[in-house]
């Protein structure tokens, strides 16, 4: 039996000690399409009919009946993507995943393994419309096209399931509540896609590329025609072999295409996976950017959460949990003597719909996607003041 639940959320960023800010985050929640209302299911409603399809007069109408959504029910989208090589990727991203992956057939099934197809495919046409925005983005320092790109760490909340997608090296973890032990177990979802994995070499070089490892970091090598270079490729073409890239997985590098293969070596497909939510064991989700990762272990960051729960039920107001996690991981960076990465962190918090809602950070979102609730945390970006600072984040009462 379903057990209804409440999420609380809180979203955190820092730029580091990097020249550029290239993290960006997103929380959106909004109702789940109704009927008729995604393209395919009009395409198909077309095919169906043929020259007996409702007249421009009549579908007002039927769509009026149509809309509204599946009985107020909304889909929670919370997403870090962690740019490199410019912040176009990780923008084209925040803006534009979310409504590929929705209006892909099969999302709105109730077969979570079309669910997660669709899911991919999404992923992979949001990538593939990165290359038509190619001629638009900066150029690099070179004169070549921009080398831009993105991880991806995706998390999907529709009725009690909970989709995670990713690629790159931002992670998922949960915090899992294990019998009647009081300390949460933390549950590390996605693997990071480093070119050094089995998997990954294969693939990439089953795709003619390479691994080299440079300065102890395994990289993706950049086949790149010697920059002096002019006209066609040919056979006889001197290539430069640059290590490049230290994720096998990306939105966005358009540079790693093979043009023998027609695929790209860093590849835009994610891996997927399916679970289902109980507020009695599910406490906690942490999606976080390497900044994170590279400093905080996945149980430390769970036992922060737990400890800071405490601290609410005890009456101290204070700090949201990714705020938290943003600062240790900072204060970690600094203890090594290295420069800090840009350090992203969203936490989610599950709860059972009969606990009494507490909020006592600022920066905290409650919500209920039983209610017919609407909230997109980039229209609040564009009211933060600083590019590095963290988005305000609204309370939505339920």
């Not at 007249?55 to 919370?78: H, R, T």
């Not at 896609?193 to 693939?203: G, I, Q, S």
């Not at 096998?248 to 860093?266: H, K, P, Q, T």
Request: glycine share 8%.
């Amino acid at each position: 039996m379903e057990i209804p639940f409440t999420l609380r959320v809180s979203v955190s960023s820092d730029q580091g000690g990097r020249k550029y800010m290239e993290d960006v985050n997103q929380i959106l929640v909004e109702p789940e399409p109704g009927e008729g209302e995604l393209p395919w299911e009009e395409e198909e409603e077309e095919a169906e009919h043929g020259e007996e399809a409702e007249s421009p007069e009549q579908a007002p109408a039927q769509n009026g009946a149509k809309a509204g959504g599946k009985s107020g029910q909304c889909v929670g989208f919370f997403a870090v993507f962690d740019g490199h090589g410019g912040r176009e990727a990780a923008h084209f991203a925040r803006d534009h995943l979310w409504g590929f992956i929705r209006k892909q057939k099969g999302f709105m099934s109730q077969d979570p393994e079309e669910v997660c197809t669709a899911i991919r495919k999404g992923f992979i046409a949001c990538h593939h419309a990165m290359w038509k925005k190619l001629p638009e983005w900066p150029k690099t320092m070179t004169g070549l096209p921009s080398t831009s790109g993105t991880t991806a760490s995706v998390v999907i909340i529709r009725g009690n399931k909970l989709y995670v997608a990713h690629v790159g090296d931002s992670g998922v973890v949960f915090g899992l509540k294990s019998g009647s032990k009081e300390m949460l177990k933390a549950v590390e979802v996605t693997q990071d896609h480093k070119p050094e994995l089995p998997r990954e070499r294969e693939r990439i070089e089953g795709l003619g590329g390479s691994v080299i490892n440079k300065s102890g970091v395994n990289r993706v090598v950049w086949k790149r025609p010697r920059l002096t270079h002019n006209g066609p490729v040919r056979r006889s073409t001197v290539i430069d072999q640059i290590p490049f890239l230290a994720v096998a997985r990306a939105l966005g590098d358009l540079w790693s295409y093979d043009f023998y293969s027609g695929e790209f070596v860093v590849s835009p497909e994610p891996d997927t996976s399916v679970h289902t939510i109980d507020p009695q064991t599910h406490k906690y989700i942490i999606i976080g950017s390497d900044g994170l990762w590279n400093m905080v272990s996945a149980q430390d960051a769970i036992l922060l959460c737990q400890e800071q729960e405490k601290s609410y039920a005890n009456g101290e107001c204070g700090q949201s949990f990714s705020k938290i996690l943003v600062n240790r991981a900072l204060a970690q960076w600094r203890h090594r003597m290295l420069r800090a990465d840009n350090t992203s962190a969203i936490v989610i918090c599950i709860s059972p719909q009969s606990e009494k809602p507490r909020c006592c950070a600022t920066e905290e979102l409650f919500i209920n996607l039983s209610d017919s609730t609407h909230y997109n945390s980039q229209d609040m970006h564009f009211m933060s003041t600083s590019p590095c600072s963290t988005p305000p984040i609204k309370v939505i009462n339920t």
